[in-house]
């Protein structure tokens, strides 16, 4: 079988409050409401499926469909019956936040930090260090969600960034 470069798909996040989070992430970062929160139990039709993805103990689940501007998905589920078990208030920036293991961060491309760092702030996020610029012309941030979820903003792609990184290296191995 050959090897493949697999494409991002989606995200998921569990919060307390669903509607709430979709109008964050909305408002925040543009996203794309795909399918509004919809509350599915699991004896609607949709029930088998529940029951097989996550097991029968889900018994009722709010899920909303978003969309990025590159069309990869972020789903935000609030869990009904048993109800959502997490955070319920933000998480504080510190070591164990970053080095407990598992997902500690995901990034988005935006076309203006400061102005999504902002607007992250005004609708009830918060930074969690300074808006850096980690490569010449480019800039980026660590904000948090109104749940603790710890989202990068940045001007540029992945590619760019770490070709940027490339270049600023190789000039300095070349000038020596």
Same mark, same amino acid.
């Given at each position: 079988?050959?090897? $493949?470069?697999?494409?991002?798909?989606?995200?998921?996040?569990?919060?307390? &409050?669903?509607?709430?989070?979709?109008?964050? $992430?909305? #408002?925040?970062?543009?996203? !794309?409401?795909?399918? @509004?929160? =919809?509350?599915? !139990? #699991?004896?609607?039709?949709?029930?088998?499926?529940?029951?097989?993805? $996550?097991?029968?103990?889900?018994?009722?689940? !709010?899920?909303?469909?978003?969309?990025?501007? +590159?069309?990869?998905?972020?789903?935000?589920?609030?869990?009904?019956? @048993?109800?959502?078990?997490? @955070?319920?208030?933000?998480?504080?920036?510190?070591?164990?936040? $970053?080095?407990?293991?598992?997902?500690?961060?995901?990034?988005? =491309?935006?076309?203006? /930090?400061?102005? =999504? /760092?902002?607007?992250?702030?005004?609708?009830?996020?918060?930074?969690?260090?300074?808006?850096?610029?980690?490569?010449?012309?480019? #800039?980026?941030?660590?904000?948090? &969600?109104?749940?603790? +979820?710890?989202?990068?903003?940045?001007?540029?792609?992945?590619?760019?960034?770490?070709?940027?990184?490339? #270049? =600023?290296?190789?000039?300095?191995?070349?000038?020596?």
């Amino acid at each position: 079988m050959a090897t $493949y470069n697999a494409n991002f798909n989606h995200i998921a996040l569990s919060v307390p &409050d669903g509607e709430s989070a979709v109008e964050w $992430y909305t #408002k925040v970062l543009g996203f !794309k409401v795909i399918s @509004p929160l =919809t509350l599915t !139990k #699991k004896t609607d039709p949709q029930g088998p499926l529940m029951t097989a993805i $996550y097991g029968s103990e889900l018994n009722q689940v !709010k899920l909303a469909i978003l969309s990025a501007g +590159n069309d990869v998905g972020v789903e935000i589920f609030e869990f009904v019956d @048993p109800p959502y078990n997490g @955070p319920t208030r933000r998480i504080d920036w510190n070591p164990n936040t $970053y080095t407990q293991g598992g997902v500690f961060h995901f990034c988005f =491309t935006v076309p203006d /930090v400061e102005a =999504t /760092v902002a607007k992250a702030v005004a609708a009830g996020g918060r930074i969690v260090g300074q808006i850096t610029e980690p490569v010449p012309g480019h #800039k980026a941030c660590y904000t948090q &969600d109104p749940w603790g +979820n710890t989202i990068e903003v940045m001007d540029c792609s992945f590619n760019q960034l770490f070709l940027s990184n490339f #270049k =600023t290296a190789l000039d300095k191995a070349l000038n020596q």
